[in-house]
């Protein structure tokens, strides 16, 4: 069991930058896949980013690629969003997730732990 608690989040201008945690219960945090996930009112939760337990390698929706990094720090069993020229379509919840090596990094139905989601709100 993984539990993952994000933080971060809040109101922030068009344009803005803002850094999103998710700080893992478990020491065997840096054996798990990480992703990250966001749901805009009345829409299905989306694939936004990843990033590879084994080599690190990342991925992104197309949305947010130049503009987003993923980023983990296993020592301290945390991933990292960090947002910059954030848009107002960039407003939902953000979930972070973890998976282990089977399955796909893009299906949020692959993905075993979920944190409880951290509201980005941006203002155009």
């Known amino acids: 069991q993984v539990q993952l608690v994000e933080s971060g989040g809040g109101l922030v201008q068009a344009g803005g930058s803002l850094r999103l945690s998710c700080a893992a219960s478990?020491?065997?945090?840096?054996?798990?896949?990480m992703g990250w996930f966001r749901q805009a009112p009345e829409k299905e939760r989306e694939f936004v980013a990843f990033i590879g337990y084994l080599n690190g390698r990342t991925e992104y929706t197309d949305s947010v690629m130049g503009r987003f990094t993923i980023s983990r720090d296993n020592a301290k069993n945390t991933l990292y969003l960090e947002m910059d020229n954030l848009k107002h379509e960039d407003t939902a919840v953000y979930f972070c997730?973890?998976?282990?090596?089977?399955?796909?990094?893009?299906?949020?139905?692959?993905?075993?732990?979920w944190g409880q989601g951290t509201q980005v709100t941006v203002s155009s």
């Open positions: 997730a973890a998976k282990g090596p089977s399955g796909s990094r893009y299906a949020s139905t692959d993905y075993d732990y």
């Open positions: 478990r020491r065997t945090f840096g054996s798990y896949d």
